[in-house]
Every structure is written in C-alpha cells, then in structure tokens.
C-alpha cells in the first residue's frame, strides 16, 4: 500500500514563492508516476504537474508553466512542487498523488489514472 504525506502548503503574499513535498511509501518498484493535483472550493480537481521514473518528459499545466516546477528525489522518494510569482488564483488545497507504472505525458494531468492521495495541503495566496 503506498502512502503519501504531504507538508509545505501556507500562506503567502502574491508574488512570493512556497515549496511542496511529498513524501512516498510502499512503492513495489522503481517504475511509478508521482503528480500534484489542486482544488479550490466550487471547482474540479485539475492536474498541475506530474512525472513518472524512470526520468521522462514532465507534465505542466498551462496554467503554471513557468512558474511551478516539479521534481523527484529519488533517494527519498519524495516529490516536490517549487510554486513561484504566485497569484491568488493559485489558492487551493493541492494533493499529491501516485500510481504504479509508467503513465504517458499526456494522462499524467488525469486524476482518474492515480490510485492513490495524500491528505491535501492548503496554499492560501493573498493580495
């Protein structure tokens, strides 16, 4: 069964910079997908990042490129969102989230290809 804690959500002035984590456990093999997904009140879950290991192209929102970056520490299993110039519409409650096996770029950004979810951490960004 693999878990997943995250930590590093906050709050933040518009513009500055926060650093999620999510550290993973269980995983049976090497050979995994690791996303972040947010949420904020009255609206769908959408896909912000994602990666699969062995290393491969990463998958970024339109939303976020070139401000989010997503990375795995592979050591630790760990995965992690660097948010930068965020805004207020960046406000949600973001959840990492994880499945076995090697998704393509294109459904990393699916919620329904991931079996498994963190608690959610909550990124509050004010003006």
């Known amino acids: 069964q693999v878990q997943l804690v995250e930590s590093g959500g906050g709050s933040v002035q518009v513009g500055g910079s926060l650093r999620l984590s999510c550290a993973a456990s269980g995983f049976a093999s090497d050979v995994y997908s690791m996303a972040w997904f947010r949420q904020a009140p009255g609206k769908e879950r959408e896909g912000v990042a994602g990666?699969?290991?062995?290393?491969?192209?990463?998958y970024i929102a339109d939303s976020v490129k070139g401000r989010f970056t997503v990375s795995l520490e592979k050591a630790k299993n760990t995965l992690y969102l660097q948010m930068n110039s965020l805004k207020p519409e960046d406000t949600a409650m973001y959840y990492c989230?994880?499945?076995?096996?090697?998704?393509?770029?294109?459904?990393?950004?699916?919620?329904?290809?991931?079996?498994?979810w963190g608690q959610g951490t909550q990124v509050t960004v004010s003006s």
């Open positions: 990666l699969a290991t062995p290393e491969s192209n990463i």
């Open positions: 989230a994880a499945s076995h096996g090697w998704l393509a770029s294109r459904r990393r950004g699916e919620a329904s290809e991931y079996d498994y």
